[in-house]
């Protein structure tokens, strides 16, 4: 079974550009979530998706930045534009999204620099 | 947002010895998670945990959720090189979906 897929696997643009990152989950997982991780950090939640909704985006800065999931299935996270302090690891993990089973896995993350 | 207390944070061990870690809370949580993460890769998981008092086992990695719900412990026997990497706990409370995250325990094992 493959499983959550991510691209690109690294990004360096320079600051006021625009990035969007890509996340294809595991198949038949409902659930999927974006999350930012800093260096020597754990995940932090920017937003969950059940199906096509997004259900939590309380920490999702939306001034700059948004995502979409439109068939369900794959996912799109947008910065726009990317900031200094945006530099970091951009997580997509998925789970089946029962209540009591939250088991989500992750893909590998992409790497963003901004200059 | 609130973390988990995780502890310790970095571990620096001979190859063979045994490893314990664990993650408190001040609150009750109803699912525990243990991940590990390698250079350039997302959180791996390794073991779940879904009862208070619940042993879990996969290899030669052993954890348990604490009978308060607030705390859980993750112990590795006879380390090897390959155990090398970032493991990270995170804690579900109640329903919500949304997993609370320590800040994890770096291991490193000298061969």
């Known amino acids: 079974e493959a499983g959550v897929v991510q691209s690109p696997r690294y990004k360096i643009i320079e600051k006021k550009q625009p990035v969007a990152f890509w996340c294809n989950p595991i198949?038949?997982?409902?659930?999927l979530y974006w999350y930012l991780q800093n260096l020597g950090q754990g995940p932090e939640l920017l937003i969950r998706?059940?199906?096509?909704?997004?259900?939590?985006d309380s920490q999702l800065p939306k001034d700059r930045f948004s995502a979409e999931r439109l068939k369900g299935v794959d996912s799109t996270l947008k910065i726009q534009p990317a900031e200094l302090g945006d530099s970091a690891v951009y997580l997509c993990?998925?789970?089946?999204?029962?209540?009591?089973?939250?088991?989500?896995?992750f893909g590998p993350g992409t790497r963003l620099t901004v200059l | 947002g609130q973390q988990l207390n995780q502890s310790p944070q970095s571990m620096f061990i001979q190859e063979g010895e045994d490893v314990s870690m664990n993650c408190t809370s001040s609150?009750?949580?109803?699912?525990w998670l243990w991940y590990k993460q390698e250079p350039g890769e997302g959180p791996v998981l390794l073991i779940a945990?879904?009862?208070a008092g619940e042993l879990t086992s996969n290899g030669r990695l052993t954890a348990q959720f604490g009978i308060t719900r607030k705390d859980s412990f993750l112990n590795i026997s006879a380390s090897i090189p390959s155990d090398v990497g970032i493991y990270f706990c995170?804690?579900?409370?109640?329903?919500?979906?949304?997993?609370?995250w320590g800040l994890g325990t770096s291991l490193a094992v000298n061969p």
């Open positions: 998706y059940e199906n096509e909704e997004a259900v939590d």
């Open positions: 993990a998925s789970s089946l999204g029962t209540a009591t089973l939250n088991e989500q896995f």
């Open positions: 198949s038949g997982h409902n659930t």
């Open positions: 945990l879904y009862k």
């Open positions: 995170a804690g579900q409370l109640g329903n919500n979906r949304k997993l609370i």
């Open positions: 609150s009750i949580f109803n699912t």
